[in-house]
């Protein structure tokens, strides 16, 4: 079947190198964001998660900035491995709201 | 990894079949979700539940039901498969929130297809 990866914007880097993803979000009023990682053939995973009361989250190798004022999330990986080389989403919810919205995702290729 | 199952994993249907999905969790969350995933598109909500017995649409509903008897249990059914409804379908779980968190953990997916 068609892969997941297609028809979403890419990054490609070289392995050792720090990755940035960006995601624009929709709503002003959301208070919770959260980043997933995809992998081919595999369910979204959980990776880190931000309250709109923080600007900055740093979990292990990966970094998540929020700016409020311009409705941006942003998505570090440090020193980027092959493994890391999948589909990001971020997504966002509204004043605890059980539903989420998600972004359309972004196809991360590492090139050892 | 939260404790997920989907069934069957793929499935080819026909046009017009009666198809059902059935997702499993072991984690006792309160809120389970089926999704369809597109190329192009996403992540799009079918359905959710947010209890035994209390579930409701999501910006896909047409022509996809659920059922939810047990809290491990989330069933989508297609009544009369189309080749529209050729997706991969994944089964998502949450918490009920009271710790101020709303990820949800997915489930492997099922890929089906209607020919």
């Known amino acids: 079947g068609e892969s997941v990866g297609l028809h979403l914007p890419t990054l490609s880097v070289q392995e050792g190198d720090n990755s940035i993803i960006n995601c624009a979000y929709s709503n002003s009023a959301s208070d919770y964001f959260i980043w997933y990682k995809q992998e081919s053939g595999k369910g979204p995973q959980f990776i880190i998660d931000i309250r709109s009361n923080m600007d900055k989250r740093q979990g292990q190798r990966v970094t998540v900035l929020l700016n409020k004022t311009v409705k941006h999330l942003s998505l570090q990986i440090a020193a980027t491995q092959p493994g890391d080389s999948a589909v990001y989403f971020c997504?966002?919810?509204?004043?605890?709201?059980?539903?989420?919205?998600f972004g359309r995702g972004t196809s991360l290729i590492v090139h050892p | 990894d939260a404790g997920i199952t989907q069934s069957p994993r793929h499935k080819v249907t026909e046009t017009g079949t009666p198809v059902t999905l059935r997702c499993h969790q072991t984690e006792n969350h309160r809120y389970m979700y089926w999704y369809r995933q597109d190329p192009g598109h996403g992540l799009r909500l079918i359905h959710y539940?947010?209890?035994?017995?209390?579930?409701d649409k999501g910006e896909v509903s047409d022509g996809y039901s659920v059922s939810r008897s047990k809290t491990e249990d989330f069933l989508l059914t297609l009544e009369s498969a189309t080749s529209s409804q050729t997706s991969v379908y994944f089964c998502?779980?949450?918490?009920?929130?009271?710790?101020?968190?709303?990820?949800?953990?997915f489930g492997p997916g099922t890929r089906l297809t209607v020919t």
């Open positions: 997504a966002e919810n509204i004043g605890g709201s059980y539903i989420p919205t």
């Open positions: 539940s947010y209890g035994v017995k209390d579930t």
């Open positions: 998502a779980i949450s918490e009920s929130g009271a710790s101020g968190r709303y990820e949800q953990y």
